[in-house]
């Protein structure tokens, strides 16, 4: 029997929310209690018990007749909006899928552990990350609150204060719940209702979407004639897409000319879209949506397509393979717990850059007074205007220490 459809089945999500933190601070257990789906599916993640890449899930916020907020279909309870979630890892060693998911959000929740000290390293490092990409909304959620006493919780609690004092999220709401049981969610709900509004988009613009995943739908063994193509993930930064359409994707795939790596945009046309968990045949900016093309699978599986921006022909931004940047650095080391100095850029040095959904390593091959130039591993596309942020490898990981801008026409 055919599963009967919702009133909210039909709606698309308005915005993205990503949930970030310290890895085990419970992102994807409060997820789960919110949407009730478990975003951690890649075999990897299930066995280390941590998120390895972008999670995604939407949740349906509602007002009840008392005025207060469920994520629960209940009798009489009004819907106020859908919102898509997006789960970034919290794990030092994929800082990179962080900062990635980070352009994505329109809105975040930091989640902070009551029984730990306040910052942790990466609490610190995401909480920076997010105001170089310059997201205003933030909503502090104080979880495992079960585990603590009421003195342990507002020392806690004070302790987070004293850590956004100064941060563009010096005021952010910070909500104490208890993601295991299910306490404190209706004043979480609340809380992202009254912060984070959903933002004025164009839809008449032509349509940028950033790649934020890319896979095979197919199940081993499918017959040929019954084949579905290649599936990119993400989200519409402006426009629509339609069933139907031919669209781009760049930087494309690789091909050698002239005994050069050269990147060739990749043409195919929209064969589905999906948002909110349904198939629909328009898709507007908001929410984390999916784009069926008519690509051979094998093009896209396994987060090949991962980074790349997607629109309508002759549209898109410029691909860049070096990019001239003016470096803005910080002046110690994000995500580290001893206090360490950020040195100036070096010649020959890789620096990891993330702009939009993409992530590229650049070896610094030029430097020059404010600006330095990279030679980029894999290329990407963006926008002149578009903001990166910069990471060193410190020891075996890369660590945030400042953001740039590219410098047009250098």
Not at 217 to 239: E, S, Y
Not at 258 to 287: H, I, S, Y
Request: glycine share 10%; hydrophobic share 40%; with cysteine.
């Amino acid at each position: 029997m055919a599963k009967k459809k919702k009133p909210e089945d039909a709606l698309q999500p308005v915005l993205n929310i990503g949930m970030v933190g310290h890895v085990d601070h419970g992102k994807t257990t409060l997820l789960e209690r919110l949407s009730g789906k478990w975003t951690d599916t890649h075999s990897e993640e299930l066995k280390r018990g941590i998120t390895i890449r972008l999670g995604y899930a939407d949740v349906v916020i509602r007002r009840k007749k008392d005025g207060t907020y469920t994520a629960q279909e209940e009798e009489g309870a009004e819907i106020v909006r859908k919102v898509s979630f997006v789960d970034a890892p919290g794990h030092e060693s994929l800082m990179a899928t962080m900062l990635s998911g980070a352009t994505l959000m329109d809105g975040a929740l930091l989640l902070v552990a009551a029984n730990e000290q306040c910052p942790q390293p990466q609490t610190r490092e995401h909480v920076m990350a997010l105001e170089i990409i310059g997201l205003k909304h933030l909503v502090v959620v104080q979880n495992k609150v079960d585990l603590v006493t009421e003195e342990q919780a507002l020392k806690n609690h004070g302790q987070i204060r004293a850590f956004l004092k100064g941060t563009a999220y010096e005021n952010a709401p910070i909500i104490p719940l208890s993601a295991q049981h299910k306490i404190g969610l209706g004043n979480l709900l609340r809380a992202i209702e009254e912060t984070v509004p959903t933002p004025h988009r164009d839809p008449s613009k032509s349509p940028i979407m950033f790649v934020a995943r890319s896979f095979d739908i197919n199940k081993p063994g499918t017959a040929f004639d019954k084949m579905l193509g290649g599936v990119l993930g993400g989200g519409l930064r402006q426009g629509t897409l339609k069933i139907g359409e031919e669209i781009e994707i760049r930087p494309g795939y690789a091909a050698v000319e002239k005994n050069q790596q050269v990147f060739k945009p990749l043409a195919t046309k929209v064969a589905g879209l999906n948002t909110g968990g349904q198939d629909v045949e328009e898709v507007g900016p908001g929410g984390s949506i999916g784009v069926l093309t008519s690509l051979d699978p094998s093009i896209v599986k396994s987060d090949k397509l991962a980074g790349a921006v997607a629109g309508h022909p002759g549209s898109l931004p410029p691909v860049w393979y070096d990019l001239a940047l003016k470096v803005t650095l910080l002046e110690r080391v994000v995500g580290m717990e001893e206090k360490l100095a950020v040195d100036p850029v070096k010649m020959g040095e890789p620096l990891m850059l993330n702009v939009n959904s993409a992530a590229t390593v650049g070896i610094v091959n030029e430097i020059r007074k404010g600006a330095v130039r990279c030679k980029l591993k894999l290329p990407v596309c963006c926008d002149v205007s578009a903001r990166l942020t910069v990471s060193r490898r410190i020891g075996n990981r890369f660590r945030l220490i400042g953001y740039a801008e590219i410098q047009p026409g250098k």
